[in-house]
């Protein structure tokens, strides 16, 4: 894909950088500080890559919707796996005879479903 990529003069790159510290700040309102500094080095990196010319805003924008989007996706995944697990986990819960097999297998599901659960959520935090 060609693209044209625009070189920020000097100029630009101040007015950039100022639009990036306000926003900056806006953050450090809205987030706990674990969460800022999670974010810092990436956000710098990001920015040097724009006002480099190496990508340009509307890249990085796309880039970070489709990242949003993926994040989105999986995050209702779990909470449709977190509702399942409940019901399963009620199943067990009210479950008379525990001896009989079928218990068994269930409560192997309901495991499984928790692993996966797991799994989801350190994907969810890449």
């Not at 500080?33 to 040097?48: C, G, L, M, T, Y």
């Not at 480099?52 to 924008?61: F, L």
């Not at 970070?64 to 009620?90: F, T």
Request: aromatic residues 6%.
């Amino acid at each position: 894909m060609n693209v044209e990529r625009h070189v920020y003069t000097d100029e630009e790159a101040v007015e950039l950088r100022t639009a990036h510290m306000l926003a900056k700040s806006i953050m450090g309102h809205s987030y706990p500080q674990n969460v800022i500094e999670a974010a810092e080095k990436r956000s710098e990196e990001d920015f040097e890559r724009i006002v480099s010319g190496e990508v340009t805003r509307a890249e990085m924008e796309a880039e970070l919707l489709h990242q949003w989007n993926k994040k989105e996706a999986l995050q209702q995944r779990i909470d449709e796996l977190k509702k399942e697990i409940k019901v399963g986990q009620e199943i067990l819960d009210n479950w008379k005879n525990k001896k009989h097999r079928l218990y068994e297998r269930h409560k192997s599901c309901v495991e499984g479903q928790r692993q996966r659960l797991d799994e989801m959520y350190r994907n969810l935090l890449k």
